[in-house]
């Protein structure tokens, strides 16, 4: 019992469950139970976040492609669904193009992922059997891989790069693109209300007398 | 609890780890199930009193206090019928997705210092965000069922929900700023002492602002006024009009348990949490008491103060629910747009401006320094970060958050190993 990786065992039942409901989603011709699916598949990658220790991106998957996406999912099924239960024919020449794309993109991410120094080490670790040794102290030994932190705290306004003053940690000098983030921002907000006054119903109100609504 | 086990009873890490696990499942998943038997029998017995009559008087002698565990009983004893036309999968499966995500958000939630299950620095986020899934159980049962009132309650719970997800995200974001952390437990630090420490007299727009969340939670947990999804004048009974037994009562069961969750989320983020009106752990000299027991009765204390605010914040639904008509679609929705997100924009600008203009507050004097707890992580972080831009002096920790906080699956694998 000792020798047991628990790390690993929780991290191999998020993924096959992943990978499982991922199947299931692609297998299903049945558009509900494929949301659901959905659901379950990017709920477990959630939980694979939540295992690395990265509560925040593993709340914000749960958050954003989770609960937002699939209630917009639903919503779109629901409101342009003519039958009661809506079941979806692929065509052969559907499969072999999202098969060609599908795979295409597999084989990227296959090939970046082999790519990692990191991991390679690991496996080489695992290999030689002494599985129970990795401590974290091992793991993160190991070359620091580039990361995107200091870009996102920069755009958080704290430039990691100035930290050579230690005494004023958040002055002006250090404000690193906060504005321009938030401006960025609120830019995409002004394309959402644009878009909503676009698509708006351009009918005028009937004269008053000729219809009961208003 | 785990180190606990481990360290002190000398159990093998598996045994302890899985153990502290179960313990805590099994404390959790009681507040959920046995407050809901209390919250039954206790809106029973409101909605009584205000409408003039008695409630359940007779089952287990007085006060009809055995009322909830007979109807259970009744629930486990129905058929469990199905419809015909129904997706038999989603709809059975409906219920559990609910009340998972209802009893997932209790995970996150701290019910005196230091005492949540799983510590997180975004607590705060954790819970609105397990908490919005629990409407995908109910668009799901709407679907599944076949039914035309199902799927009309569903749509309206799925419109209703996003909508009010807005507003909910922006109140909830006040107290975070003010306090600097979305950590549960230090944002229920910051506002120890007297109850003019709790944020929701931190600041004019502060104490607005509660009442904004209020409604949007009122709104968001599916109560009344704004029952629509099972509005029974117009929708038999909406999304579970299909349901029976069993299966039914696990929907109610999520309905008590995220009221009880959005009620402790209010009760940490506008009031004080755990600290009391009156300091009374620290008067008693609880909260720095070296001695384990006396700590641990400190917290106790605590945790029965957190659990009381967290009951009256559902007697408050039970009030408003009984006391209000239900509102139209188009009230809710009017109500969402044009009242509750431009009231909680403003005030959100409001607060801001107040924490810029008093750093601090006005009156408050918490014994944590808000802007130590704001810097000290920033600080931490973007120190941890630069690390490997130095000369390597610690570069075994450079990245990751080992270095601040133990981070649950690192510390497991090392202990399990």
């Known amino acids: 019992m000792q020798a047991i990786h628990w790390h690993s065992v929780f991290f191999l039942l998020f993924s096959l469950l992943a990978c499982v409901f991922a199947l299931a989603v692609v297998f299903s011709s049945h558009i509900v139970r494929m949301a659901f699916y959905l659901v379950l598949s990017l709920g477990a990658t959630a939980g694979l976040f939540f295992l690395a220790g990265a509560d925040f991106v593993g709340s914000m998957q749960l958050l954003i492609y989770v609960g937002g996406t699939l209630v917009l999912l639903v919503f779109g099924v629901m409101l342009t669904a003519q039958g009661p239960f809506v079941s979806m024919k692929t065509r052969g020449g559907d499969w072999v193009l999202s098969a060609l794309v599908g795979g295409a993109l597999l084989a990227v991410l296959v090939q970046s992922a082999f790519k990692i120094p990191d991991w390679q080490n690991h496996a080489a670790v695992v290999a030689d059997g002494e599985s129970a040794a990795i401590s974290p102290e091992r793991m993160t030994s190991a070359q620091a891989p580039p990361t995107a932190t200091r870009l996102g705290l920069g755009l958080l306004g704290a430039r990691v790069d100035r930290l050579d003053r230690p005494e004023t940690p958040l002055t002006a000098t250090m404000a690193g693109y906060l504005l321009p983030f938030e401006i960025v921002s609120v830019h995409l907000l002004v394309v959402l209300i644009g878009a909503a006054y676009l698509a708006r119903t351009k009918r005028r109100a009937r004269p008053r007398g000729t219809g009961a609504d208003v | ?417």
């Not at chain 2, 709407?142 to 507003?167: D, H, I, N």
């Not at chain 2, 945790?303 to 559902?314: A, E, Y």
């Not at chain 2, 990245?399 to 649950?408: D, K, L, R």
């Open chain 2, 1 to 417: 609890m785990a180190e606990y086990f481990n360290n002190s009873w000398g159990w093998a890490p598996w045994l302890a780890y899985s153990l502290a696990a179960v313990i805590q499942a099994t404390l959790l998943i009681n507040v959920v199930a046995g407050g809901a038997l209390g919250f039954i029998w206790m809106e029973r017995k409101i909605a009584g009193r205000i409408q003039d009559r008695l409630g359940p008087t007779r089952v287990g002698g007085k006060f009809g206090w055995l009322q909830t565990l007979a109807d259970g009983l009744k629930l486990l004893t129905k058929e469990d019928l199905m419809p015909n036309g129904a997706d038999g999968m989603l709809f059975r499966i409906a219920p559990y997705v609910s009340f998972c995500a209802s009893f997932a958000a209790y995970a996150a939630l701290p019910f005196a210092f230091d005492w949540v299950a799983l510590p997180m620095n975004v607590g705060v986020f954790f819970i609105i965000a397990v908490l919005g899934l629990e409407v995908f159980g109910v668009i799901l049962a709407g679907y599944a069922s076949a039914s035309k009132w199902s799927l009309f309650g569903a749509m309206r719970e799925a419109a209703q929900v996003v909508s009010y997800e807005v507003p909910l995200g922006m109140c909830v974001v006040v107290p975070v700023v003010i306090a600097g952390t979305m950590d549960l437990v230090k944002i229920g630090q910051v506002q120890e002492g007297w109850f003019v420490n709790w944020f929701v007299l931190h600041d004019p727009f502060t104490f607005i602002i509660f009442w904004v969340y209020l409604t949007c939670a009122i709104a968001s947990v599916n109560r009344a006024p704004f029952d629509l999804a099972e509005a029974e004048s117009e929708l038999v009974a909406g999304f579970h009009t299909e349901y029976s037994g069993l299966r039914w009562s696990f929907f109610f069961m999520a309905e008590y348990g995220s009221m009880f969750a959005v009620s402790g989320l209010a009760a940490i983020l506008f009031f004080g949490g755990w600290n009391g009106p009156v300091p009374i752990t620290h008067w008693l000299g609880l909260d720095t008491a070296t001695n384990p027991f006396l700590f641990y009765l400190g917290n106790l204390l605590g945790m029965l103060n957190f659990i009381f605010k967290c009951v009256l914040g559902v007697t408050f639904m039970m009030w408003v629910r009984w006391t209000l008509p239900r509102l139209r679609i188009d009230q809710v929705m009017k109500t969402c747009l044009k009242y509750c997100t431009p009231i909680a924009a403003v005030m959100f600008l409001g607060a801001v401006l107040w924490t810029y203009c008093f750093p601090g507050g006005l009156w408050i004097h918490p014994s944590v320094p808000m802007g130590d707890v704001r810097e000290e992580w920033l600080g931490n972080t973007a120190r941890t970060a630069a690390e490997p831009a130095g000369q390597g002096g610690q570069a075994h920790f450079a990245h990751g958050a080992s270095q601040n906080e133990p981070v649950p699956g690192v510390t497991l694998n090392a202990k399990g190993g």
